[in-house]
């Protein structure tokens, strides 16, 4: 989503803030932005479109000064044009913002009755005008803010800078990400650590509702009620390189390729195996007294739910509900106490699910987050934190994130279990746990069966997947994965579910990509598959060798994967889903790490 980066600098800046908004690109955007202030006066170039356009025109015509904010738009208001790309200038004011701006209707109303004239159909528009009413009315650029951020309701991070004010940078967070670098001689402001770190790794977060003003010389930070405040300055720890796609094609790529080793990384800090132990990080909650689990994700994060909540119900016999966070509030859902609620993001900062966590909290409820971002919002807010150790994830379509969230769910609902006395061979999970790296390996191994076959899927216009018990997630998952990067559409269904209504979408043309690991399920999914194969379905099997054996015949493809205990089996076979649909983006062309109208980071509801 939206992207922020602002310098108040000892030399140029124009080079380095089109630098870090590269930086900031993986989020997803589509229009850019950058203003500096040079001899008094604003400069400023925009353009719609990626990057490149904005470099050009740097290029054709270049920016002076030593002080700007820069901007990556993902449109919420208006269409991705110039005239919507941030930063907006208001008289003497200029702004960059992330996020949404609920009341910009009233307010537009109201400075457009007071005769102000606006030039874009963004509601950030609305902030701009805003401070620089109050500084026409005499006010300091510090109190005009902070006069101004009370106003504003919905979710925001802005950067803000003053042309009489040429030293001075301002910003303010509410609800949206926001820090502050440290620097020599310089300081800077970044919507998060990655688009600061060839500048500084001395970053301090931004709490909600503070605001910063930043110089040269000094950052002074100010709570919601003006009061002076500190925030701790940390060692980001982000790299300062260009995360780069080493020999893969994309980033997509390079991200499934890494999973054998990142879940490895993250099963490492969770799996005890000199004990035979699933541990967790330390908690101060009885986790013996946990008697209901409420799981509330967006998205992939989501079918991690929906997979935990089999892993839950069946090793620990707790109920588990599993929301999508943009409907949890709004359903008013019932808390009962002695629920534990667990949030999963990759990003840690979905405001849907940022907000579903502050309602649990809010209720009084005890909370857990399964997050990779460990600075981040989430991160910072839940009673138990249990990180994945997936590493920045940059593809939009999330993949690494997905299975080490598989990987911490799989170790907590284990631990649920013991704490509920009710594991039985605590040895053997984690001897299963341990497969899972390797496993996946293996599966990487039929990569090029699945690219071979990936052209096939590529000509269709509908595909459907379909998967029993913890694979029924995964076959949602894998549609998901297709529409998000090949933008052909697909469905996802319980295998039972098909003859309940969706099988009449079945024909010739019309691809059925069935996830079954031999297993207890494998028979019945096998059933409904070829129930499907009788009306002329084109199947795709993905199983082991012994469901491919058993079942193979009359499809128009088969990958095989590894043999494994059915509770790794959605780790193992995400793999090949992955590929799949990597595969049939790049068949058919389009833009795999950065896909049409999709943010990395989604911060507005
Ligand atoms: O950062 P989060 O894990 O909270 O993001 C949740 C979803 O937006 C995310 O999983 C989205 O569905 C991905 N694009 C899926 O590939």
């Given at each position: 989503m939206c992207g922020i980066v602002g310098i108040m600098g000892g030399e140029p800046v124009a080079d380095r803030l089109l630098d870090g908004l590269k930086r900031l690109e993986y989020r997803g955007y589509d229009s850019a932005g950058i203003c500096t202030i040079h001899d008094d006066r604003f400069d400023r170039r925009r353009a719609p479109g990626k990057l490149k356009n904005l470099a050009q025109r740097l290029a054709e015509e270049p920016l002076a000064g030593m002080a700007g904010i820069a901007h990556t738009r993902w449109a919420t208001h208006g269409a991705p044009t110039e005239d919507n790309a941030h930063p907006h200038i208001v008289g003497d004011v200029v702004v960059v913002h992330n996020g949404i701006i609920e009341n910009f209707k009233p307010l537009r109303d109201e400075l457009i009755a007071q005769g102000r004239e606006f030039r874009s159909q963004t509601d950030t528009e609305v902030v701009a005008h805003l401070i620089a009413r109050e500084i026409e009315n005499g006010a300091a650029p510090r109190a005009a803010l902070a006069t101004v951020l009370p106003m504003l309701h919905g979710a925001f991070a802005l950067g803000v800078m003053v042309r009489t004010h040429p030293d001075l940078l301002l910003g303010a967070r509410l609800g949206a990400p926001l820090t502050v670098g440290y620097g020599d001689g310089e300081n800077y402001l970044g919507s998060d650590a990655l688009a600061l770190a060839p500048l500084t790794q001395r970053i301090a977060y931004l709490e909600e509702g503070d605001w910063v003003a930043i110089t040269r010389e000094a950052v002074e930070i100010y709570d919601r009620d003006n009061n002076a405040v500190t925030r701790p300055i940390v060692n980001s720890g982000a790299s300062g390189q260009l995360i780069d796609k080493g020999n893969h094609r994309h980033f997509m790529q390079k991200e499934i390729y890494e999973q054998?080793?990142?879940?490895?990384?993250?099963?490492?800090?969770?799996?005890?195996?000199?004990?035979?132990?699933?541990?967790?990080?330390?908690?101060?909650?009885?986790?013996?007294?946990?008697?209901?689990?409420?799981?509330?994700?967006?998205?992939?994060?989501?079918?991690?739910?929906?997979?935990?909540?089999?892993?839950?119900?069946?090793?620990?016999?707790?109920?588990?509900?599993?929301?999508?966070?943009?409907?949890?509030?709004?359903?008013?859902?019932?808390?009962?106490?002695?629920?534990?609620?667990?949030?999963?993001?990759?990003?840690?900062?979905?405001?849907?699910?940022?907000?579903?966590?502050?309602?649990?909290?809010?209720?009084?409820?005890?909370?857990?987050?399964?997050?990779?971002?460990?600075?981040?919002?989430?991160?910072?807010?839940?009673?138990?934190?249990?990180?994945?150790?997936?590493?920045?994830?940059?593809?939009?379509?999330?993949?690494?994130?997905?299975?080490?969230?598989?990987?911490?769910?799989?170790?907590?609902?284990?631990?649920?279990?013991?704490?509920?006395?009710?594991?039985?061979?605590?040895?053997?999970?984690?001897?299963?746990?341990?497969?899972?790296?390797?496993?996946?390996?293996?599966?990487?191994?039929?990569?090029?069966?699945?690219?071979?076959?990936?052209?096939?899927?590529?000509?269709?216009?509908?595909?459907?997947?379909?998967?029993?018990?913890?694979?029924?997630?995964?076959?949602?998952?894998?549609?998901?994965?297709?529409?998000?990067?090949?933008?052909?559409?697909?469905?996802?269904?319980?295998?039972?579910?098909?003859?309940?209504?969706?099988?009449?979408?079945?024909?010739?043309?019309?691809?059925?990509?069935?996830?079954?690991?031999?297993?207890?399920?494998?028979?019945?999914?096998?059933?409904?598959?070829?129930?499907?194969?009788?009306r002329g379905a084109q199947v795709v099997l993905i199983s082991d060798a012994e469901g491919i054996a058993q079942a193979g015949e009359n499809t128009i493809a088969t990958i095989e994967m590894p043999k494994v205990a059915p509770l790794i089996a959605p780790l193992v076979y995400a793999v090949p889903v992955q590929l799949l649909a990597y595969h049939v983006a790049v068949a058919k062309g389009t833009d795999v790490d950065q896909p049409r109208n999709l943010a990395k980071s989604v911060t507005v509801e």
């Open positions: 054998p080793v990142v879940v490895a990384q993250t099963l490492r800090s969770y799996l005890r195996p000199l004990e035979s132990k699933v541990a967790l990080p330390d908690m101060d909650f009885d986790l013996s007294a946990i008697e209901r689990v409420a799981i509330v994700a967006c998205g992939t994060a989501s079918y991690v739910g929906m997979i935990g909540k089999y892993w839950i119900e069946q090793l620990a016999r707790v109920p588990v509900e599993v929301d999508v966070a943009s409907e949890y509030r709004y359903r008013d859902p019932v808390l009962l106490p002695n629920t534990l609620g667990i949030v999963i993001s990759q990003s840690g900062e979905t405001a849907d699910t940022l907000a579903a966590l502050r309602h649990m909290r809010a209720a009084g409820v005890t909370t857990a987050g399964i997050i990779n971002v460990p600075t981040s919002s989430m991160a910072r807010e839940v009673d138990l934190l249990m990180p994945t150790h997936a590493g920045p994830e940059i593809g939009v379509a999330s993949t690494k994130a997905f299975t080490c969230q598989l990987a911490v769910m799989a170790a907590f609902a284990a631990n649920l279990a013991r704490a509920k006395g009710r594991l039985g061979d605590e040895a053997d999970v984690v001897q299963q746990l341990q497969q899972v790296p390797e496993a996946m390996s293996e599966a990487l191994g039929h990569d090029g069966d699945i690219e071979a076959m990936a052209p096939k899927i590529a000509a269709a216009r509908d595909v459907l997947y379909l998967g029993r018990g913890p694979e029924f997630p995964l076959a949602l998952e894998g549609a998901l994965k297709l529409k998000e990067i090949s933008y052909i559409h697909a469905e996802g269904y319980a295998s039972g579910e098909m003859k309940h209504g969706p099988i009449a979408l079945i024909d010739e043309a019309v691809p059925l990509i069935v996830i079954a690991p031999s297993g207890p399920l494998f028979d019945k999914t096998v059933s409904n598959m070829q129930e499907a194969q009788a």
